[in-house]
Protein backbone atom coordinates (compact mmCIF):
# COMPACT_ATOMS: atom_id res chain seq x y z
CA UNK A 1 0.00 0.00 0.00
CA UNK A 2 2.66 2.37 0.62
CA UNK A 3 4.24 1.51 -3.16
CA UNK A 4 0.91 2.41 -3.63
CA UNK A 5 0.95 6.12 -2.17
CA UNK A 6 3.70 6.74 -3.64
CA UNK A 7 2.35 6.14 -6.97
CA UNK A 8 -0.47 8.67 -6.46
CA UNK A 9 1.96 11.18 -4.63
CA UNK A 10 3.84 10.92 -8.28
CA UNK A 11 0.93 11.28 -9.95
CA UNK A 12 -0.69 14.28 -8.51
CA UNK A 13 2.94 15.92 -9.00
CA UNK A 14 3.38 14.88 -12.73
CA UNK A 15 -0.88 15.87 -13.35
CA UNK A 16 -0.27 19.55 -11.31
CA UNK A 17 2.71 19.70 -13.69
CA UNK A 18 1.33 18.97 -16.93
CA UNK A 19 -2.25 20.13 -16.96
CA UNK A 20 -3.83 23.79 -16.80
CA UNK A 21 -5.86 25.38 -14.53
CA UNK A 22 -8.91 23.78 -15.53
CA UNK A 23 -7.17 20.16 -15.36
CA UNK A 24 -6.76 20.15 -19.22
CA UNK A 25 -3.76 18.44 -20.24
CA UNK A 26 -1.37 20.23 -22.13
CA UNK A 27 -0.08 17.35 -24.56
CA UNK A 28 -3.11 14.41 -24.31
CA UNK A 29 -0.80 11.68 -25.67
CA UNK A 30 2.09 11.51 -23.23
CA UNK A 31 -0.46 12.66 -20.39
CA UNK A 32 -2.54 9.35 -21.07
CA UNK A 33 1.03 7.16 -21.54
CA UNK A 34 1.53 8.32 -17.86
CA UNK A 35 -1.95 7.79 -16.51
CA UNK A 36 -1.83 4.18 -17.73
CA UNK A 37 1.85 3.68 -16.70
CA UNK A 38 0.36 4.90 -13.41
CA UNK A 39 -2.47 2.01 -13.84
CA UNK A 40 0.06 -0.55 -14.31
CA UNK A 41 2.33 0.49 -11.73
CA UNK A 42 -0.48 0.85 -9.40
CA UNK A 43 -1.63 -2.53 -9.99
CA UNK A 44 1.30 -4.20 -9.56
CA UNK A 45 2.15 -2.28 -6.29
CA UNK A 46 -1.60 -3.94 -5.64
CA UNK A 47 -0.88 -7.53 -6.34
CA UNK A 48 1.07 -8.91 -3.58
CA UNK A 49 -1.38 -7.88 -0.92
CA UNK A 50 -4.45 -9.13 -3.46
CA UNK A 51 -4.48 -12.31 -2.42
CA UNK A 52 -4.78 -11.75 1.33
CA UNK A 53 -6.68 -9.02 1.13
CA UNK A 54 -10.16 -10.46 2.38
CA UNK A 55 -8.46 -12.20 4.83
CA UNK A 56 -7.16 -9.16 6.24
CA UNK A 57 -10.59 -6.99 5.92
CA UNK A 58 -12.44 -10.20 7.58
CA UNK A 59 -9.48 -9.77 10.44
CA UNK A 60 -9.65 -6.22 10.69
CA UNK A 61 -14.33 -6.27 11.22
CA UNK A 62 -13.49 -8.91 13.32
CA UNK A 63 -11.13 -6.45 15.77
CA UNK A 64 -13.36 -3.39 15.01
CA UNK A 65 -16.18 -5.43 16.50
CA UNK A 66 -15.03 -6.44 19.28
CA UNK A 67 -13.15 -3.06 20.17
CA UNK A 68 -14.07 -0.91 23.40
CA UNK A 69 -16.35 1.90 21.67
CA UNK A 70 -14.64 4.32 23.25
CA UNK A 71 -11.23 3.20 20.55
CA UNK A 72 -13.05 3.00 17.67
CA UNK A 73 -12.46 6.06 15.21
CA UNK A 74 -16.01 6.27 13.34
CA UNK A 75 -14.28 6.44 9.87
CA UNK A 76 -13.49 2.79 10.39
CA UNK A 77 -16.33 1.22 9.21
CA UNK A 78 -16.81 3.07 6.26
CA UNK A 79 -13.02 2.56 5.05
CA UNK A 80 -13.75 -0.95 5.49
CA UNK A 81 -16.63 -0.52 3.66
CA UNK A 82 -14.69 1.49 0.86
CA UNK A 83 -12.17 -1.44 0.36
CA UNK A 84 -14.37 -4.18 0.28
CA UNK A 85 -16.70 -2.81 -2.19
CA UNK A 86 -13.49 -2.20 -3.93
CA UNK A 87 -12.25 -5.71 -3.91
CA UNK A 88 -15.14 -6.79 -4.41
CA UNK A 89 -15.21 -4.73 -8.06
CA UNK A 90 -11.80 -5.79 -8.50
CA UNK A 91 -12.55 -9.30 -8.04
CA UNK A 92 -15.33 -8.44 -11.08
CA UNK A 93 -12.50 -6.19 -13.37
CA UNK A 94 -9.99 -9.45 -12.62
CA UNK A 95 -12.63 -12.21 -14.16
CA UNK A 96 -13.49 -10.11 -17.15
CA UNK A 97 -9.38 -9.55 -17.59
CA UNK A 98 -9.36 -13.20 -17.82
CA UNK A 99 -12.16 -13.92 -19.95
CA UNK A 100 -10.60 -10.91 -22.27
CA UNK A 101 -7.18 -12.28 -22.28
CA UNK A 102 -8.56 -15.84 -22.92
CA UNK A 103 -10.53 -14.35 -25.91
CA UNK A 104 -7.66 -12.57 -27.75
CA UNK A 105 -5.96 -13.93 -30.39
CA UNK A 106 -2.90 -16.55 -30.34
CA UNK A 107 -0.54 -14.01 -31.41
CA UNK A 108 -1.70 -11.79 -28.63
CA UNK A 109 1.00 -11.68 -26.23
CA UNK A 110 2.50 -9.25 -23.98
CA UNK A 111 4.07 -6.73 -25.70
CA UNK A 112 1.95 -6.67 -29.10
CA UNK A 113 -1.20 -4.37 -29.70
CA UNK A 114 -4.02 -6.38 -28.59
CA UNK A 115 -2.58 -8.02 -25.61
CA UNK A 116 -1.34 -4.62 -24.35
CA UNK A 117 -4.19 -2.38 -25.17
CA UNK A 118 -6.40 -4.43 -24.20
CA UNK A 119 -4.00 -5.25 -20.13
CA UNK A 120 -3.79 -0.97 -20.32
CA UNK A 121 -7.82 -1.00 -20.57
CA UNK A 122 -7.92 -3.91 -17.60
CA UNK A 123 -6.10 -1.61 -15.40
CA UNK A 124 -7.84 1.67 -16.52
CA UNK A 125 -10.56 0.23 -15.40
CA UNK A 126 -9.14 -0.67 -12.35
CA UNK A 127 -7.39 2.26 -11.08
CA UNK A 128 -9.94 3.92 -9.19
CA UNK A 129 -10.20 0.89 -6.88
CA UNK A 130 -6.74 0.30 -6.24
CA UNK A 131 -6.73 4.07 -5.62
CA UNK A 132 -9.16 3.50 -2.97
CA UNK A 133 -7.29 0.75 -1.25
CA UNK A 134 -3.97 3.51 -1.59
CA UNK A 135 -6.01 5.71 0.31
CA UNK A 136 -7.73 3.93 2.89
CA UNK A 137 -5.46 0.74 3.00
CA UNK A 138 -3.87 1.87 6.01
CA UNK A 139 -7.08 1.80 8.22
CA UNK A 140 -6.73 -1.84 8.46
CA UNK A 141 -3.48 -1.78 9.80
CA UNK A 142 -5.04 1.18 12.61
CA UNK A 143 -7.56 -1.13 13.44
CA UNK A 144 -5.16 -3.78 14.04
CA UNK A 145 -3.00 -1.15 16.20
CA UNK A 146 -6.04 -0.49 18.34
CA UNK A 147 -6.92 -3.82 19.20
CA UNK A 148 -3.33 -4.75 19.53
CA UNK A 149 -3.27 -2.08 22.59
CA UNK A 150 -6.74 -2.73 23.71
CA UNK A 151 -7.07 -4.79 26.70
CA UNK A 152 -8.75 -7.97 25.99
CA UNK A 153 -11.63 -9.06 28.51
CA UNK A 154 -9.97 -12.45 28.74
CA UNK A 155 -6.31 -11.58 29.35
CA UNK A 156 -5.68 -11.83 33.69
CA UNK A 157 -5.59 -8.97 35.99
CA UNK A 158 -1.99 -7.95 36.27
CA UNK A 159 -0.65 -9.63 39.45
CA UNK A 160 -0.23 -7.65 42.60
CA UNK A 161 2.83 -7.52 44.66
CA UNK A 162 2.53 -8.95 48.29
CA UNK A 163 2.25 -5.87 49.49
CA UNK A 164 -0.62 -4.72 47.87
CA UNK A 165 -1.98 -8.03 48.39
CA UNK A 166 -2.04 -7.64 51.68
CA UNK A 167 -3.30 -4.65 51.49
CA UNK A 168 -5.96 -5.49 49.91
CA UNK A 169 -6.74 -8.05 52.39
CA UNK A 170 -7.50 -4.73 55.33
Known amino acids: MRDSKK ?8 SDEHTDLDGWPYDDHAYGIRASQRDADTAEAFEPLRYGARRLLATAEIQLAQLPENTVQGRWIYQLGVLRDALDRLDELHEQWLKTRDG ?23 WSYLDDWATHGKTLGEVNTAARKARSPLAPAPARSPARRAMARK
Open 104 to 126: LPATAASGTPDFDDALAEHHAES
Open 7 to 14: ILDAWDAY
